[in-house]
């Protein structure tokens, strides 16, 4: 069965690819480089738009791109109204989505967690895991 969307989440995925592609093809900007737009929220009068984007740089430079869009705002909007058919065209708020950073620090937290816990068992838990799996499926058979 398909999944459903309602009309704002398919005109904000629609803005978020637009945007991406203005952003990568004609923005001039220096400041504005290696970024990705990871979701765009719309109000439900389509009047304002939340842009949330990572940085491969990292939070380094988040001040200067976020100058640089916000800079180029008045184009990307005019440029939007051109390309997406809807009746408001919405004001653009750039916000940096640090929610990769946060990911990423949870995913070394657990693995560094799960190495401390395999260190505390002895070197050979992976083994005596591989093992206990063996026994828990013969039973089974």
Do not use: C, W
Request: aromatic fraction near 6%.
């Amino acid at each position: 069965m398909a999944k459903e969307y309602s009309r704002a989440t398919r005109v904000a995925e629609q803005i978020r690819r637009e945007l991406a592609e203005l952003i990568r093809l004609e923005l001039k900007d220096p400041r504005v480089g290696l970024i990705s737009l990871t979701d765009v929220e719309l109000t439900p009068d389509y009047a304002h738009a939340k842009i949330f984007f990572t940085s491969m740089q990292g939070e380094e430079g988040v001040e200067a791109i976020l100058a640089g869009l916000r800079r180029a705002g008045g184009f990307l909007r005019r440029e939007l109204g051109r390309r997406v058919r809807i009746h408001t065209t919405p004001e653009l708020h750039f916000v940096y989505d640090r929610s990769v950073e946060q990911g990423s620090y949870m995913s070394a937290l657990i693995d560094r967690t799960v190495a401390d816990d395999r260190a505390h068992r002895g070197e050979d838990a992976p083994e005596e895991e591989a093992r206990d799996a063996d026994d828990a499926n013969e039973g089974r058979s």
